[in-house]
């Protein structure tokens, strides 16, 4: 509440006044708190909390993440006297991001990714195929979950296991068998197979991205899943994943060339398990990859289990349902992700900090995530029957997210067909109906359109004063863009009865609560 209160004096202090302050705040902070306040009114009236600060804040600057080195050097700089000090040594040289595919036509694209992969150790370079998968699982003893939970090792601290027991057959279950398969040739599965001259091994095509703690039954519907959505064939998709390609007998040297893995295949999958809360957004060695793939321009996809698929489908076109999946996605913070080895997470954390810290690495992420999901949004619509699809939340929150996304022009057919449909089907002054005008209205303002945007503002502003009153908050947001609107026209004596009466509004004590606590 407090924080909110803030916000608006500001808003209030510099207008129409020659001050200019400066913000420093947590932008993650302040956005939750934007769109927690007021029972969530804002989110209601289809604005987000960076839409909100994006109105306030009108020259945004992120401080860029120091890498160890640089702040050894900084503290060192302190500590000198200035007299003498020297010409301070150059930093040290950033992680190598793999280099951008070529955005010619797939020929070309292959002919890279054909460079990148001859780079690599030969047994890094396979795959294997899903039919492949479901042989090496059936070889794995009755007991197996029994067996490895009993070689579980013990803490000699405090006495019990090292690691959670294992309830069915997953990652780690698989890389224990996988292990004891390769004492005597120390071969990883795709290689040992090759040289049998198996038909399941071959060039991956698919690099997987999964917690290992994963049941590999769910990893394999997964997969298939994959295969149908995007017609490709189980015999001849060979699937890059860690337990069947890495030396499992001495990782560290294949793990070191985990994100050029990601690089040279050129298609990473992510598997989504649970879809509300996905593991492998916590998992560092995960993180990672999708940063791999973002930085290397490789293809990406996400992937689930046949009950989740449809849990994330159903709950895409329910009230709520796309906001909680696009939060959810957003939620990424590589400073929080782990690994099983505390040593390893260390040293992907430092990788990703060094290379391009951990802000730049969370928003890439979150950028490829939200890519996918307008995939798959995409594809729910297209399932959706004519008649429901003009009353899905969908068309709406499809064209918020790509108008997030800057991509304002893809944003402009949908939000314009959910503008039509609801005036068709709901009426003119009804709620959704006004917010897919502001809506609209909003996209045309972001897109320069002023003009245009101006009619569209005014129509929701009267429906709102007509149907709510001229105190009720959605009719004082109507009120505020209405004037911020007119300000951008640059017809600031239009522009001010509008801010006049919405600082008056807002000043007032019974708004205040309802707004600002």
């Known amino acids: 509440g407090k924080l909110m209160e803030v916000l608006q004096s500001l808003v209030l202090l510099t207008e129409g006044t020659p001050f200019i302050i400066f913000l420093a705040i947590d932008q993650r902070v302040v956005v939750a708190a934007i769109e927690n306040s007021n029972g969530g009114i804002y989110s209601d009236a289809g604005i987000n909390g960076n839409e909100y600060l994006d109105k306030i804040v009108q020259i945004p600057f992120v401080i860029p993440q120091l ?5 050894a050097d900084l503290c060192r700089g302190y500590l000198r ?10 930093h040290a040289a950033p992680i190598e991001l793999p280099a951008m595919l070529s955005t010619g036509n797939e020929v070309d694209k292959r002919a890279a990714l054909l460079v990148r992969l001859a780079a690599l150790p030969e047994h890094l370079r396979l795959g294997l195929t899903l039919p492949g998968m479901r042989a090496l699982l059936s070889e794995l003893p009755s007991d197996a979950v029994e067996q490895v939970n009993a070689k579980i090792p013990i803490d000699e601290k405090t006495g019990k296991p090292r690691f959670p027991k294992h309830n069915t057959e997953n990652g780690y279950v698989i890389q224990f068998f996988i292990a004891l398969w390769a004492q005597e040739d120390k071969l990883a599965v795709c ?7 198996s038909p399941h091994v071959g060039e991956a095509t698919v690099f997987v991205s999964w917690f290992l703690d994963t049941p590999i039954a769910t990893l394999l519907d997964a997969l298939a899943n994959f295969l149908k959505q995007k017609g490709l064939r189980e015999e001849d998709t060979f699937f890059w994943v860690c337990d069947y390609v890495i030396r499992q007998t001495d990782v560290k ?7 050029e893995c990601v690089s040279a295949v050129g298609h990473t999958v992510l598997l989504m398990e649970p879809w509300n809360d996905p593991l492998p957004l916590k998992r560092a060695y995960c993180i990672k990859e999708v940063y791999h793939t973002q930085a290397s321009g490789a293809a990406f996809d996400m992937v689930m289990s046949t009950e989740q698929q449809q849990a994330f489908e159903s709950a895409m076109v329910t009230e709520g349902g796309f906001e909680s999946i696009q939060a959810g996605l957003s939620k990424v913070d590589v400073r929080t992700a782990e690994c099983r080895n505390k040593e390893d997470t260390e040293a992907i954390l430092d990788e990703l900090e060094k290379g391009v810290g951990y802000v730049a690495c969370n928003q890439l992420v979150i950028g490829l995530l939200l890519k996918a999901l307008v995939t798959h949004t995409h594809v729910a619509l297209e399932r959706l029957p004519a008649a429901e699809r003009r009353t899905s939340f969908l068309l709406s929150n499809l064209g918020l997210l790509l108008m997030r996304m800057d991509q304002l022009k893809e ?5 314009e067909e959910a503008r039509q449909a609801c005036k068709e089907t709901l009426g003119d002054h009804h709620p959704h109906t006004l917010l897919s005008i502001g809506n609209m209205g909003l996209l045309l303002q972001e897109m320069g359109q002023l003009e245009e945007a101006r009619p569209l503002y005014e129509e929701a502003l009267q429906a709102r004063r007509e149907t709510l009153g001229d105190r009720h908050p959605s009719t004082l947001l109507s009120i505020n863009s209405m004037g911020w609107l007119l300000q951008g026209m640059g017809q600031l004596e239009e522009a001010r009865p509008f801010h006049e009466e919405a600082v008056q509004a807002s000043m007032s004590e019974a708004v205040s609560a309802s707004l600002f606590s």
């Open 253 to 259: 040297p294949d793990l070191a060339l985990l994100g």
């Open 81 to 90: 006297p200035a007299r003498a000090q020297k010409k301070r040594r150059a």
């Open 191 to 197: 290689e040992r197979l090759q040289k049998r001259g």
């Open 67 to 71: 890498a160890d080195n640089e702040k």
């Open 411 to 415: 944003a402009w057919p949908l939000l």
